[in-house]
C-alpha cells in the first residue's frame, strides 16, 4: 500500500507488498518494527511457527531486508574492498555470506551477497550504510544504489520447502546451497536462491512488487499438503539462535551507530573472521585486523554457551568464578529441536579459560528468581541438520 | 538588616543562585527593576487574554539537576516536549523533521537518498560531543593560568576525560570545536535544505553565519540539552517560559528569600575594594554582605560599579568583551492558525519549528547583511507557535506566534535603531511570512517588535545579545567572561556574578547560576547541600 | 632489490628539502618533476614577450632556518635584495602608511600617537605569541595517544616554553589563540589602513574573512616564521622564486640527489599491502624502498595510489580535507613605472583601505562569485631586478584576494570579471595604471589548480585553518608523514607546518623517514 510520499507520516511504517496477505493472515494482530516496515512477530502460534520452519514450510516476509545494488565494470573490485570476503571470487550466480568493517576493523553490518551478473551484485543487511557504500565506491566505476523497494522478497524454509518448490512448478533439485536460478513467473521472473536464516533446508524467492501477491498465493496454495504456514519474526528469531546465526544490534552493535566507543567488536571478536581474506588485496579495516591477529589484542570472544535447566539465561551477566564481571549473554534459549538451553555471549578472552557463570533474572508471578548458574563454552551451530546441504534435496 | 546576599536582577540565573543560597540558609535579597520577574525568561500578557513568551521561548538546556534541587516542578513547572520542525522551500516543497525516526529518514529519502541514510550517523557524532561536553556545564572552569590545586585538579579531570577518548574520537572531537557548521554539515549530507535545518543550532543567537569557523560548537551548545532525557530535544514551558522564572521565585520564597520589583539598582557600593551591598535608583541602600549580579558583564562593571575601583587591564578587557547582539523577535497574537502553504494539512510539524531558509546560502546572505550594519533582508525566522500545544497561553482558537529572527545588528549603520528601522524590520519579516502563508496578515490582532535596542533597554541585555555575550571560544570556558575572572569572582571582593556572561553560557540553561552558587558557598564555607551531581549517563 | 632508496614525487621546495636532507644521509633518492625545471609553487616563467614574472609566490615569508642553514642555501647562490621590505598601506587619497622593518616595527604616514603606542604593543605582543609558536614548525606533529612515537621530552619542553611567557601573557595567548583578527583589530587600534593591511596580511592565501574566528592564528603562523634570522620577515630573493628553486636544486644535487624534470608520475605501485614504486606517465617503472610525496595528499592518495589500497574512512578524511583556494595572482607588463600616488614602488603596495574592505572582498566568494572591490598585495620585482622586463619597462606581480574556486558564473566569465575588478582597483589606487599596460595574465584558483596542481589552487596544498593544523593535517591518522601505506610518505605544504617556501614540511618528513629506518 502507497501513500503519496509527502503525506507518509499519516502512515510512518512502510507496508511491504505482502501486507494484503501477511495481516489478513495475522489473527493476533501482533506487529512489530523492522527497519521502518511493518513486520508480523507472531500470526498464530509462535510454538506451531516454528514448528512449521523445523517440520514442514514456512513463509516469512523478507521485504524489509534493506538491499543495495553494486553494478558497473568495477562492482567486483569494490566489494573486495568493502567487505571481509573476495567478491571477485564468487561465481555469477553465486551467494556468500559476508560482513564489512570501519576503518578500525569493527563491525558495521553482516549480510549476504548475491552475484547476478559479471557486473551486477546485490547486497542485502540489517542496517542503512549508503553513504558508507557510496564513499567506499569512490575511485571504483560502480554505481551503488539502494533498491529495499523494488524488491519483494520472501523466505520458504523447512524440510518440505524444496517439495513445496516442486509441487508449485519450480524445479530446484539440482540447485545446490548458496546458489540462485532464475525462472519465468506470471509476467516476469522469479529468482530463487537456496538461502535462509534458519539453519534447515530452505530457499529465498525474489521477484518484483507487482508479482508478490500471486506469488505468496501460489505459494500456499502448492504448500497447503506440507502444511505451509507464514511465520512471524518470534519464531524465525528462534530458529537463527538455534542455527547460531548473528543479528546486527541485537548481537554485536554496528560500529557507525555505537555512541560508546568500546561495545564495538572486529570479527576476531565475533568469532567470524573465518570469512576475512587476508589475500586478496586491501580491504576496509585490513590494516587494524592485521595488528590485531598479530598482537592478540582482541579483548572479547563471542561464545555459544550451554546452559543448565530450562529457564533462557535472556540479558545475563557472565561471571568468571562467580565474582569478575567477564561478559554477558546477548541471545537465550531453551531450543525445542535440540532440546538444549544455550546463549549467545560476549566474554572477555582473558576469562575464557575460567569457570564462567550466568547470573539469570527469571521473571516468576511478578518476582525475579536469581540463579547463579554454571555455563560452559560450546560449539555453534546448536543444530546443524544433513538435510540443509543435501543435494538433491531430500523429498520430506 | 544586612542581608548576607544581595542579588541583582530576577532572571533566571539570579534566582536559581538565589535559590541555592536560600537553601543553604543564606537570607538572601533579589532586587529587580522591572514592575516583574523573568528577565529573559518571561510571559507578560501584552494583549488581553494572551500570554507573551517575548524573550526566550522554548526550552531544553534548563538544567534538570536544578530542577529537581530547587524543585520546580512541585512550584509549577512542567515542560512539554515539542513536534519536529519544518522548512519550507522556495519551490514551494518542504523538508519535514519528525520525531518518529521511520517517518524522518522517508522525509529526508524524499530530497536525498544518500542523506536519508546519513543522518543516524550524523545524529550520533553529535552525541558523541555532546556527551563529552555536558559534564562540563556544572563545573567551574579552571584557570589554566594557575598552579592552585584546585585548578590543577580540575584541569587533570579534563585531561583525563580528554584521554579516555579513543585517538580517533579525540581528533574528530578538536576538528569538531574549531570547524564551521557549514563544512561539518558537507561532510554528512548533500541536500541544501537538509543542511539549512540542522544549521539553525548553530546560529541562533550568535554574530556568526553557518560558514564561520566555531559554529560547529554552537550547535553544540544548543543540541546538549534534553527534555526528560531525550538528549537534543526541545519543549515548551506550560504556561510561557516566564513559567520558569514564576517556579524559581516561588521556590526562593519558600526557602525564605526576598524578592523586590520595580526596584532598580543605581550603583553597587563599594568600600575598601570590597562590596557593602546595592545603591537603588531611588536612593534607598540594600546592605548585604555580598552582591551577585545577574546583569551581563559590561552593565555590571562599565554601568554599576566606580571604575576607580577596578584594575585597569580589568576594564579594557570588560570593554573589548563582545556582546553584539544578532537577533530580533516578533511575537504575534493571531486570530486564528495560520495557513502555509507549502506545508500538508494535519503535519504534526506545524507544532515545532518553522522556518523558510532552505540553503546554508541564504543564512550565510543574512549574516552578511548584519556584518554591513543591516538587518537582514531575507532573513532566517525560528517561527513557533507554541499554543498548538500548549492551551493555556491564548483564548481558545486563537494563537500565539514567536517569530525568532536573524539577523538584526545592535545598530543600524553605526546609528542606533529608530522606530522606522523597527517597522522596516517587522515589515521585512511579516513580508516574508506573508509570502508563505498568504492571508497571514490579516490574522494579525497585535503584535510587539524587538529589536536589539529593545532587548537592551526592556531587559537589560547590553546591545541586545541574547547570551549575555557572544559565544566563540575567545569568550568561552576559562576566558568567559575575562580571563583570570571565569570562576564567577570580581577583582571587587564579594561581588560576584551568576549571569549568562560566565561560564557555560547562555540558553535559558540555569548552570552559571548554579555554578556561581557552589561557588558562593564554598567562599563561605558553607557545606553544598542539596546540589545533586550532573547527571552523567554511563 | 631496488637501486634507489627513496623517489620523491614533486620538485617543489618541499621535495627538494626532503631529498637533500634524506640524500645528506646518504640515500639514494631520485626526485621527479612533472614540468620543464624544479620548484613546484616558487617556479617563476614568461608571460609576455620580454617579460617575466617571479612565479606564483613573489615575495618569501618563511624558509626554514635548518633547510637554509644545513643546505646552506646562501652557498648555492640564495641571496636577498632585502629580508625586511616594506609595506605601504595605500590610501586612496595618497594618504599612505609606510611600514618598515619586520611586520612593521615603525610607522611613517600621519597616524595618531594612541595608534602608534596601541601598535607597538600589539604588534610586540604578537610577535612574542609568535615566537612561542615557532618551534611547533620543526616538530612532527604529536599523536594524542599514549601510543608509542611522541618525543614527550620535546613535547614538555615546547609546553613549557608556551607557559613560560609569563601569566598575564599566557592568558592573553589563550584568549586570542582562536579569536579573529577583525575584533583583534577594532578593539587595539582605529587607524583602517593599518588595520586593513593587518587584516589582509592575516587571511593571506587563506579561505576566511577577517571575521571569520581562528584567523588571527593564521597571522602567527606566518609570524612565527623566518628568512635569515628575521622574524616576520618579508624577503625578495635575488633573481625571484626561481632563485630559490634553483639554490634548493643545486644544494640538492650537491648532496647527492637525481633529479628528472619532465617526469611525471602516473602511478604509485603497490604489492602486497607495501610501495614498491611509481609507474611514470611514459609507462616506465621505478622502484624504491620508498616513496614520498611532495605534491598535494589528496592528489597522493586518491589518484596517484588510488582509494582500493585505503580505508574509506581515511579516504573520506583526505577528501573532506578542504582545499579552496581563495587567492587569484596577477601579472602585469607595464611600459612604465606606475606610480601609486607617490608610493614608494620598491616597497610592498598594499590595497586594503580598511579590515572591512577585506571582509567585504571576501563574502561573493563563499557563494563563487566575484569580488566588486577586491583586495591585493602588489610587488613590482622589476623595480629591484631590471631583467625581468625590457629596460625602461615593468612587471607588477599582485595577489589578489578573493577570488572564487568554483565559480557559480564559469571560469572564463570569472576570470574575466576578475581581471576587470582588479584592475579598476588598480587604476584608483594608480590613476593610469591601464594605459601602461602591454600584457597580462590572471591566474584564478582553478588556474593555478590546473598549473601548479594544487587543489582548488589552495597554496598549501589544503586550507591552512585550525581543523586542519598540527596533527590533523592533513587528516587525522596520516599527520606523522608516514601515509597509511607502508612505504609511501607524504612531504608536501599539505603536512603540517604548511605552506610557504619555507621547506619544513620536506624536512620534517625526511627527519621521521630515516628515525623510521634506525628503528
Not at chain 2, 101 to 114: I, L, T, V, Y
Request: charged share 20%; with cysteine; hydrophobic share 40%.
Amino acid at each position: 500500500m502507497k501513500v503519496e510520499p509527502r503525506l507518509h507520516f499519516h502512515m510512518p511504517l512502510q507496508r511491504t507488498p505482502f501486507h494484503a496477505r501477511t495481516s489478513a493472515a495475522n489473527v493476533l494482530n501482533q506487529w512489530g518494527n523492522w527497519s521502518g516496515y511493518t513486520t508480523a512477530l507472531v500470526f498464530e502460534d509462535e510454538a506451531m511457527e516454528y514448528s512449521a520452519i523445523r517440520n514442514a514450510a514456512s513463509l516469512y516476509d523478507l521485504c524489509p531486508m534493506v538491499k543495495y545494488r553494486f553494478t558497473g565494470p568495477d562492482a567486483a573490485a569494490c566489494l573486495d574492498r568493502l567487505t571481509l570476503r573476495a567478491a571477485s571470487r564468487l561465481s555469477v550466480g553465486g551467494v556468500h555470506y559476508t560482513a564489512w568493517c570501519d576503518d578500525a576493523g569493527k563491525f558495521l553490518d553482516d549480510g549476504t551477497l548475491f552475484r547476478l551478473g559479471p557486473e551486477d551484485f546485490r547486497l542485502c543487511c540489517q542496517e542503512r550504510h549508503l553513504p558508507w557504500l557510496i564513499d567506499s565506491a569512490l575511485g571504483f566505476d560502480v554505481r551503488v544504489r539502494e533498491e529495499t523497494e523494488e524488491v519483494a522478497a520472501l523466505s520458504l524454509q523447512g524440510p518440505c520447502s524444496a517439495v513445496v518448490l516442486q509441487a508449485a512448478g519450480f524445479d530446484v533439485s539440482a540447485l545446490k546451497p548458496f546458489r540462485m536460478m532464475s525462472l519465468p513467473f506470471g509476467d516476469g521472473t522469479l529468482l530463487i536462491s537456496r538461502t535462509g536464516f534458519t539453519g534447515d533446508l530452505g530457499y529465498e524467492l525474489w521477484t518484483t512488487p507487482d508479482q508478490a501477491l500471486r506469488l505468496w498465493d501460489h505459494l500456499t496454495v502448492a504448500g497447503r499438503p506440507w502444511g505451509i504456514r507464514p511465520v512471524g519474526s518470534s519464531a524465525l528469531n528462534l530458529a537463527r539462535i538455534e542455527a547460531g546465526f548473528v543479528i546486527t544490534n541485537m548481537d554485536f552493535i554496528a560500529a557507525h551507530q555505537a555512541v560508546r566507543e568500546d561495545r564495538t567488536r572486529s570479527p576476531i571478536e565475533m568469532a567470524l573472521d573465518w570469512m576475512i581474506d587476508w589475500d586478496k588485496g586491501h580491504f576496509n579495516g585490513r590494516r587494524a585486523l592485521l595488528a590485531e591477529r598479530e598482537g592478540k589484542t582482541s579483548r572479547w570472544a563471542f561464545v555459544g554457551l550451554d546452559v543448565p535447566g530450562n529457564v533462557p539465561a535472556t540479558g545475563a551477566v557472565i561471571y568468571a568464578g562467580k565474582t569478575k564481571e567477564a561478559g554477558f549473554v546477548t541471545a537465550a534459549e531453551w531450543l525445542p529441536t535440540a532440546k538444549r538451553n544455550v546463549a549467545l555471549a560476549h566474554i572477555e578472552r582473558k576469562y575464557l579459560k575460567s569457570d564462567l557463570w550466568a547470573d539469570i533474572y527469571a521473571l516468576r508471578e511478578l518476582q525475579y528468581a536469581r540463579l547463579m548458574l554454571p555455563v560452559t563454552v560450546t560449539e555453534r551451530p546448536f543444530f546443524n541438520p544433513a538435510r540443509k546441504r543435501a543435494t538433491p534435496p531430500g523429498r520430506f | 538588616m544586612t542581608w548576607d546576599a544581595v542579588i541583582i536582577g530576577a532572571g533566571h540565573n539570579g534566582l536559581v543562585t538565589a535559590g541555592y543560597l536560600a537553601r543553604a540558609g543564606m537570607k538572601v535579597c533579589v532586587v529587580e527593576k522591572n514592575d516583574w520577574i523573568g528577565g529573559a525568561a518571561v510571559s507578560r500578557e501584552l494583549f488581553s487574554g494572551f500570554t507573551y513568551s517575548n524573550c526566550s521561548y522554548v526550552s531544553s538546556l534548563f538544567r534538570p539537576e536544578i530542577m529537581r534541587d530547587l524543585e520546580l516542578p512541585k512550584h509549577g513547572l512542567q515542560i512539554l516536549p515539542y513536534e519536529g520542525g519544518a522548512v519550507m522551500m522556495q519551490d514551494g516543497g518542504h523538508l519535514g523533521m519528525f520525531r518518529d525516526h521511520d517517518a524522518n529518514r522517508r522525509e529526508f529519502a524524499r530530497h536525498s537518498p544518500r542523506d536519508a541514510e546519513a543522518y543516524d550517523r550524523y545524529a550520533r557524532d553529535v552525541l558523541r560531543h555532546c556527551r563529552f561536553i555536558r559534564p562540563l556545564l556544572l563545573r567551574t572552569p579552571p584557570d589554566p593560568s594557575s598552579f592552585r590545586p584546585r585548578d590543577l585538579a580540575e584541569l587533570a579531570w579534563l585531561g583525563k576525560r580528554m584521554f579516555a577518548l579513543s585517538e580517533a574520537q579525540m581528533y574528530d572531537m578538536i576538528r569538531f570545536w574549531t570547524m564551521s557548521i557549514s563544512d561539518f554539515l558537507d561532510e554528512y549530507f548533500e541536500h541544501p535544505t537538509i543542511k539549512a535545518y540542522q544549521a539553525v543550532a548553530s546560529i541562533i543567537g550568535t554574530a556568526l553565519g553557518p560558514m564561520s569557523p566555531g559554529t560547529a560548537y554552537v550547535l553544540l551548545h544548543h543540541a546538549m540539552g534534553d527534555v526528560d532525557g531525550n538528549v537534543g530535544a526541545w519543549g515548551f514551558a506550560r504556561g510561557g517560559m516566564g513559567a520558569i522564572t514564576r517556579a524559581l521565585a516561588a521556590s526562593l520564597r519558600a526557602a525564605g528569600g526576598e524578592i523586590r520589583t520595580g526596584s532598580g539598582v543605581a550603583k553597587i557600593a563599594v568600600r575598601g575594594g570590597r562590596t557593602t551591598g546595592v545603591v537603588l535608583d531611588n536612593g534607598d541602600e540594600i546592605a548585604g554582605r555580598r552582591v551577585i549580579s545577574n546583569m551581563d558583564v559590561k552593565r555590571t562593571f562599565l554601568g554599576h560599579v566606580d571604575e576607580a575601583e577596578l584594575p585597569g587591564d580589568f576594564v579594557k578587557r570588560v570593554r573589548a568583551f563582545k556582546t553584539r547582539g544578532s537577533s530580533g523577535k516578533l511575537n504575534i497574537a493571531l486570530d486564528a492558525a495560520p495557513k502555509f502553504t507549502a506545508l500538508p494539512e494535519g503535519a504534526p510539524f506545524i507544532k515545532g519549528d518553522l522556518h523558510f531558509t532552505d540553503s546554508i546560502e541564504r543564512m550565510e546572505r543574512a549574516y552578511d547583511d548584519w556584518k554591513a550594519g543591516h538587518f537582514s533582508r531575507d532573513p532566517f525566522q525560528d517561527v513557533m507557535i507554541p499554543t498548538m500545544i500548549d492551551p493555556t497561553m491564548t483564548p481558545p482558537g486563537k494563537h500565539f506566534m514567536s517569530c525568532f529572527v536573524q539577523y538584526a545588528p545592535p545598530k543600524i549603520e553605526g546609528q542606533d535603531w529608530t522606530d522606522a528601522d523597527r517597522d522596516a524590520f517587522a515589515k521585512t519579516c511579516i513580508d516574508q511570512i506573508e509570502s508563505y502563508a498568504p492571508g497571514f496578515r490579516d490574522l494579525i490582532l497585535h503584535m510587539e517588535v524587538r529589536t536589539p535596542r529593545e532587548l537592551e533597554a526592556e531587559v537589560g541585555l547590553t546591545e541586545g545579545n541574547i547570551f549575555q555575550g557572544e559565544l566563540t571560544f575567545d569568550q568561552l570556558l576559562f576566558n568567559r567572561p575575562v580571563p583570570g575572572y571565569a570562576q564567577y569572582r570580581s577583582p571587587i571582593r564579594d561581588l560576584w556574578i551568576c549571569g549568562s556572561s560566565t561560564h557555560p553560557g547562555g540558553g535559558v540553561m540555569g548552570a552559571p547560576g548554579r555554578n556561581a552558587a557552589a561557588e558562593i558557598l564554598r567562599d563561605a564555607k558553607m557545606p553544598v547541600k542539596e546540589m545533586s551531581d550532573a547527571y552523567a549517563i554511563p | 632489490m631496488p637501486s634507489l632508496d627513496c623517489i620523491v614525487i614533486g620538485g617543489g621546495t618541499n621535495g627538494l628539502a626532503c631529498a637533500a636532507r634524506l640524500a645528506r644521509k646518504g640515500r639514494r633518492v631520485l626526485v621527479l618533476e612533472a614540468s620543464g625545471a624544479p620548484g613546484g609553487g616558487a617556479a617563476g616563467g614568461g608571460f609576455a614577450p620580454g617579460f617575466r614574472s617571479p612565479g606564483l609566490a613573489h615575495i618569501v615569508h618563511m624558509i626554514d632556518p635548518r633547510v637554509a642553514d644545513i643546505l646552506a642555501l646562501d652557498r648555492h647562490g640564495l641571496g636577498y635584495h632585502t629580508i625586511s621590505l616594506a609595506s605601504t598601506a595605500l590610501s586612496a587619497t595618497g594618504d599612505h602608511l609606510r611600514l618598515d622593518g619586520a611586520f612593521g616595527a615603525s610607522l611613517t604616514g600621519t597616524i595618531s600617537a594612541e595608534d602608534r603606542a596601541a601598535w607597538a604593543e600589539l604588534r610586540a605582543r604578537l610577535m612574542r605569541f609568535a615566537a612561542a609558536l615557532a618551534p611547533f614548525r620543526g616538530l612532527t606533529p604529536p599523536r594524542l595517544a599514549r601510543a608509542p612515537g611522541n618525543d614527550w621530552a620535546q613535547l614538555a619542553r615546547l609546553g613549557l616554553g608556551v607557559r613560560r611567557m609569563g601569566k598575564t601573557d599566557f592568558r592573553e595567548f589563550l584568549r586570542m589563540f582562536l579569536i579573529n583578527v577583525w575584533d583583534v583589530l577594532n578593539d587595539e587600534l582605529t587607524d583602517d589602513r593599518l588595520k586593513g593591511l593587518v587584516a589582509f596580511d592575516a587571511t593571506l592565501g587563506s579561505w576566511l574573512g577577517p571575521r571569520s574566528p581562528n584567523s588571527l592564528l593564521l597571522l602567527l603562523n606566518r609570524l612565527s616564521g623566518e628568512v635569515a634570522g628575521q622574524q616576520g620577515a618579508l624577503a625578495l630573493p635575488k633573481g625571484g622564486m626561481p632563485a630559490v628553486a634553483a639554490a634548493l636544486a643545486s644544494a640538492a644535487e650537491a648532496a647527492g640527489v637525481t633529479i628528472r624534470t619532465g617526469t611525471a608520475v602516473a602511478r604509485i605501485d603497490v604489492v602486497g599491502d607495501k610501495v614498491i614504486g611509481v609507474t611514470l606517465a611514459n609507462g616506465e617503472e621505478l622502484r624504491a624502498h620508498r616513496v614520498v610525496s611532495a605534491i598535494s595528499p589528496k592528489t597522493t592518495l586518491l589518484s596517484l595510489l588510488g582509494p582500493r589500497h585505503l580505508d574509506t574512512g581515511a579516504t573520506m578524511r583526505i577528501q573532506h580535507q578542504k582545499s579552496r583556494g581563495g587567492a587569484a595572482k596577477l601579472h602585469l607588463a607595464l611600459s612604465a613605472l606606475p606610480d601609486f600616488m607617490g608610493a614608494d614602488p620598491k616597497t610592498r603596495l598594499v590595497i586594503a583601505p580598511s579590515a572591512d574592505h577585506v571582509e567585504r572582498a571576501f563574502n561573493p566568494v563563499k557563494y563563487g562569485e566575484v569580488p566588486a572591490a577586491p583586495v591585493m598585495e602588489v610587488v613590482i620585482p622589476s623595480a629591484f631586478e631590471p631583467g625581468l622586463a625590457p629596460d625602461g619597462q615593468h612587471v607588477l606581480s599582485a595577489v589578489v584576494q578573493y577570488a572564487p574556486h568554483a565559480p557559480k558564473a564559469g571560469e572564463d566569465a570569472a576570470r574575466a570579471a576578475m581581471l576587470e575588478a582588479t584592475l579598476a582597483t588598480l587604476e584608483t589606487h594608480a590613476p593610469g595604471v591601464r594605459k601602461l599596460i602591454v600584457g597580462q595574465k590572471m591566474l584564478m584558483p582553478y588556474d593555478i589548480e590546473r598549473r601548479y596542481g594544487m587543489p582548488g589552487g589552495n597554496w598549501h596544498h589544503g586550507e591552512l585553518s585550525v581543523e586542519q593544523m598540527l596533527f590533523l593535517r592533513p587528516a587525522s591518522g596520516m599527520a606523522q608523514y608516514a601515509s597509511p601505506v607502508p612505504g609511501l610518505w607524504l612531504a608536501s605544504a599539505g603536512t603540517h607546518p604548511g605552506g610557504g617556501i619555507s621547506g619544513a614540511s620536506g624536512w620534517n618528513a625526511a627527519g621521521r623517514i630515516l628515525e623510521e629506518a634506525r628503528a
